[in-house]
C-alpha cells in the first residue's frame, strides 16, 4: 500500500481538517520558504497529532523537513517538537545523518535530488552509478525521498530514473518516496507505472499558495483508490 505524505502544513485548521483522512506523513518545513513553521508552531501541530494518537485514533508520522541544519537546531526543535521523522533535504553526508540517528528517537529520511525536470530544459543524463551515490549511505537512514532538482519546482522529474533508486530501496529493506511536481491528476499514474512505496506533495495540494482541503482529499482519495484496484 503506498503511503501518503502531505508537506507544508503550517496552520491548525488545515491539519485538524485532514487528519481524518488516511495520510501516512505529515510534514513541517522548517527550511527557508513561504510554507516555513518555527519550532513553537511546530510544536502546537505535533501536540495536535500526539493528541489524536494518545486517543488510540489512526495519526500520520510527524515529518520535519531541514535542509543542512545545525545539531543545535535539530535539538531546539525535538524538545519543542517531538517529531518521529527528521527528513534532511541539503548536503548531509551519511556521517551526519548517522549522528541524526544516534543522537535523536527518530527515523530519518534522506533526499536525493533528480536532474532533469520535465518541461524546463534540462539534461535528463544520469549522474554516476546510483549504487555510488548510495551505498555511502546504507544503514544510515531508514527512508529515501526523490525530489526533482532544486526542489519546490511543481515540475515532475523524469520518472525513468525511478527504477534504479527503487531497486537500491528494496535491497536495503527501506522505502522509497517520490515527490516533485505531483498532483491528483498525475499521481496515479506515477503508482501504476513505477509503484514507489510513498508520495509526497505540497504545492500539487494548493490553491493560490495555500493548501486546498478539497485538493488534499482527491489526491489522497486517488492513491488510496489506485492502491486497493491494484491489490484486488
Known amino acids: 500500500m503506498a503511503t501518503v505524505k502531505i508537506c507544508g502544513l503550517k496552520d491548525a485548521g488545515t491539519l485538524q481538517s485532514v487528519l481524518h483522512l488516511p495520510i501516512d506523513h505529515i510534514g513541517f518545513l522548517f527550511a527557508k520558504s513561504k510554507r516555513q513553521v518555527t519550532p513553537a508552531e511546530a510544536r502546537d501541530l505535533v501536540k ?23 545539531e543545535e537546531l535539530l535539538a531546539e526543535v ?6 518521529d521523522v527528521i527528513q534532511l533535504h541539503g548536503a548531509e553526508d551519511p556521517a551526519f545523518c548517522r549522528r541524526v540517528k544516534e543522537t535523536f528517537p527518530v527515523l530519518v529520511y534522506r533526499v536525493f ?3 532533469g525536470a520535465v518541461g524546463a530544459g534540462e539534461s535528463t ?4 552509478s546510483i549504487d555510488d551515490e548510495l551505498d555511502p549511505y546504507a544503514g544510515c537512514i531508514d527512508g529515501v525521498l526523490l525530489d526533482t532538482a532544486g526542489g519546490g ?15 537500491w530501496a528494496n535491497r536495503n529493506g527501506i522505502p522509497l518516496l517520490v515527490a516533485g511536481g505531483l498532483n491528483p491528476d498525475n499521481v496515479a499514474e506515477l503508482l501504476r ?3 514507489p512505496h510513498g508520495v509526497d506533495v505540497s504545492s500539487g495540494v494548493e490553491s493560490d499558495g495555500v493548501k ?20 484486488a
Open 212 to 231: 486546498d482541503i478539497t485538493k488534499i482529499t482527491a489526491f489522497v482519495e486517488r492513491v488510496k483508490r489506485h492502491e486497493s484496484h491494484a491489490s
Open 113 to 115: 535530488s533528480v536532474a
Open 125 to 128: 543524463n544520469a549522474t554516476a
Open 193 to 195: 507505472a513505477y509503484a
Open 48 to 70: 495536535l497529532v500526539r493528541d489524536r494518537r494518545e486517543r488510540g485514533l489512526p495519526t500520520p508520522l510527524t515529518v520535519g523537513v531541514f535542509v543542512d541544519p545545525s
Open 78 to 83: 525535538m524538545r519543542e517538537a517531538p517529531l
Open 153 to 167: 519546482t511543481g515540475r515532475t522529474f523524469e520518472w525513468s530514473r525511478i527504477p534504479d533508486y527503487l531497486a
